[in-house]
């Protein structure tokens, strides 16, 4: 390779597919904190106004930590496009510590485990070759299980809800899925390397093509909403209810 040749990392793609894959990237973004805080509304039984003021913060949240991912200020960040989402086990962590105490309890338990993050930081990337991958492998793959059945709710819903396993909405998770399966595997070049936005805009347009989304819906609310400081109310801080969660930060 000659100084003159630009790595495929580091290569500055035509702007249609730079439009179209970042598309993409911001639409698979999106669709994480949605799905967690719906999610967490569910579980919880969050009112309406409550959950949009949830939704608010979690993206000015991601949208913070992805800039400081991106640009890496002060040192903070990899300089790297990463886009920052919710986990899911600090989620799944968030709603069992709240069903066993109460809101303002997670809250703090939130507060508490990223101030422990930023402390304990140094010493664990210290201390992670000390780690075995089968350990780390292990762990992942055990979240991993755990996310099919939390994310799984939000598709079939709570037991003993209204619409609880509603044929059409797991119908249209699979009709989505297959659409992405499909899309990667018969599309060429950039229509196949886009096919999870592919998937999303065609489960979108088959949900509203049998009447199960109400895009106009979206347009009764504010164009531009700010979330509210503590709406939880002001966090209670419990050492020991904030561990599970704590542990879960160091295992990103």
Known sequence: ??????HPV?????????FLFGLQHVLVMAASPITSVFLVANALGLSSELTINLISATFLICGVGSLFQSYGPLGIGAKLPFVMVPGGAPVAFFMSIAKETDLPTAAGAVIM???????LLPIFRRCLRFFPKLVIGTMLLLVSINLIKLYGSVIIG???TEGYARPANVGLALVTILITVLCAKFLKGTFGQISVMLGLIGGALVSALFGLTNFFAALEGPIVSFPSLFPFGVPTFDILASLPSSFSASFP
């Open 1 to 6: 390779m000659t100084a003159a040749t630009v």
């Open 10 to 18: 580091d290569e500055k793609l035509p702007l249609p597919m730079l």
């Open 158 to 160: 709570q037991p003993g």
């Open 113 to 119: 485990t990223g101030i422990l993050y930023w402390l």
